[in-house]
Structures are given as C-alpha cells and as structure tokens.
C-alpha cells in the first residue's frame, strides 16, 4: 500500500520569509511518481511538479524549488520569499508507475497562510 | 488548450435524492479518473476507466456508479444522496492507461446534499 505523510498541518509565515513543506512517503513500488498540487481557496488543484523514482535531480522553478531524498524518502517543497498569493492547501502525492497502478494517493495537505 | 470539463459546477440535492456528473477528458486522453474530496479533506481516489473499462476502484460507495463512454467521457452516478457525500468531485484525465502518470485535473464539482 501506498502512503503519504504530511505532517505539518498548518504553517503561517510572514511575506518574504521561505519556507519548507515536508513530505514523506512509503511504497513498494521501485518505479513510482511523486507530485505537488496547490489549491488555492478557489477549489481547483493546481499541478505544481512531478519527479519519477530515478530522477533525484533538485529541481528549481522560480521561487519554487523541490528536495527529493530516496534514502530518506522524503520530497519536501520549499518556498523562496514567500507572497501572500501562495497561501493555498500544498498536497503531496504518490502514484505507481503503471496503468492499473496509476492513481494518485493524497496527503493531509498543509495550510499555508502568508500574512502581509 | 482544452482542459477537462466538468459539470454541472456546483450541484445541490436533497438526502435521498440522485445526482450525475459528467466529465469530458482532455481530447486524445483515453482514461478517467475520479476523486472525491470531502470539506478539509485530501482528495479520495473513488475509480478509473481506461478505453471505457474500469481499471481500478478505490472507495468507492454501493450508491455510486460510474462508466465511461464511446467518447471518452465519463459520468458518476449518485443514488440515495447522504449529507456525508457532499463534498468537491473531481475528475482527472490521461492517456495510456495512465502509463505516463499525468492526470490533468478538471475544476471540479461541488456537490452540496441538503
């Protein structure tokens, strides 16, 4: 079975202050995908990144930028001065890498809140 | 480009009553996913098709049923509506079967069950 832990629940930062939003997960699977969604209060989810499981590489977009650790299974996201338009719901999720093992399975999620 | 549509947007039943949603995949995409995210909840995988079978089922309640047709869209059905199934549905597409693990998500329907 596949899982996602997030284990901060809610985070309040200051504008322009980073800020990191852990993810752990476990599986079975040794070919797997990890994502990141957004959702905003509007409701919709927003794809942020996807790394497949031989992909370590970091990855940086802008001020978003993304650590995925296979030793520790860990893919946190961290944020570079933080903007009040980033506070949003942040979801990690994992899926296996083929079709009948395709769906996505959620974390928690972590409320973001960037005050001003 | 076209992304997954959904509707009706928002919906609102009475308990007891029947509700359908409809998805419309992405053109060319040939699976359908569905997730259920109840209020401060993670999204819930419910079920998926692939060239109009079911390819996996999640939790997914009796009342429910869902099927994907010739072209590709796909429809949950609701029956016996409970206050605990309102809640925001989305719908996400792909193609392969899912083998290239991008579900692009629709906006979402939210289902409010008086």
């Known amino acids: 079975a596949q899982k996602v832990t997030q284990a901060q629940t809610e985070i309040s930062v200051v504008e322009k202050e980073d800020v990191t939003l852990d993810c752990v997960y476990e599986t079975r699977d040794t070919t797997y995908y990890l994502f990141w969604y957004k959702q905003p209060p509007s409701g919709e989810l927003v794809f942020l990144i996807r790394?497949?499981?031989?992909?370590?590489q970091n990855e940086i977009s802008g001020r978003y930028s993304w650590n995925f650790q296979k030793s520790t299974s860990s893919f946190n996201f961290t944020i570079t001065a933080s903007q009040v338009v980033d506070s949003a719901v942040y979801f990690c999720?994992?899926?296996?890498?083929?079709?009948?093992?395709?769906?996505?399975?959620f974390g928690k999620g972590i409320t973001l809140s960037v005050r001003p | 480009a076209a992304g997954v549509i959904q509707s009706p947007r928002h919906l609102i039943k009475e308990k007891r009553e029947t509700a359908t949603l409809k998805c419309y995949p992405i053109p060319r995409h040939d699976t359908v996913y569905w997730y259920q995210q109840g209020p401060g909840q993670d999204p819930q995988f419910l079920i998926s098709f692939y060239e109009k079978m079911q390819s996996d089922k999640g939790s997914i309640p009796d009342r429910f049923s869902a099927q994907q047709f010739s072209d590709y869209h796909s429809e949950l059905n609701m029956s016996s509506l409970e206050l605990g199934d309102s809640a925001l549905y989305f719908c996400?597409?792909?193609?392969?079967?899912?083998?290239?693990?991008?579900?692009?998500f629709g906006p979402g329907t939210r289902l409010t069950v008086l």
């Open positions: 996400a597409s792909s193609r392969g079967g899912g083998e290239y693990n991008e579900q692009f």
């Open positions: 999720a994992l899926s296996g890498s083929t079709g009948a093992n395709s769906k996505l399975t």
């Open positions: 790394r497949n499981s031989f992909d370590e």
